[in-house]
């Protein structure tokens, strides 16, 4: 899922936000939105820090406890109710990983 500039301010607006933990990026606030969680300094004029993930991961929404867990840890505990392409499901850890500029969460056994 792609957003534009605009869709990500209307995102970010509101001071409610729910602030899930620290960017392993820039150090600023992860806060949760309604696709996806990211950091608060993406504007360019807050240093346009790249970091944001998708909050749904083979079809099971991940919780911001867990997410929060994943910024503290690396890494999560083992989580349920994950589907694989072929319908089935499974269990797995998630690790936090940084490609490059861009991070995403990896499957752990």
Do not use: H
Not at 38 to 53: I, S, T, Y
Not at 77 to 82: A, H, M, N, T, V
Not at 87 to 97: D, H, I, P, R
Request: net charge positive; hydrophobic share 40%; charged share 30%.
């Amino acid at each position: 899922m792609c957003f534009g500039v605009i869709e990500i301010a209307v995102l970010f607006k509101g001071e409610d936000m729910n602030v899930v933990g620290k960017c392993p990026n820039c150090g600023g606030k992860v806060v949760e939105s309604k696709f996806f969680y990211g950091c608060q300094n993406w504007r360019k004029e807050d240093g346009a820090c790249p970091f944001k993930l998708q909050k749904t991961l083979a079809q099971k929404k991940i919780s911001p406890l867990d997410m929060r867990e994943i910024l503290e840890q690396g890494e999560s505990k083992k989580l349920q109710g994950f589907k694989s392409k072929k319908g089935e499901f499974f269990s797995a850890a998630l690790k936090l990983v940084k490609m490059e500029r861009y991070w995403f969460l990896k499957f752990l056994p």
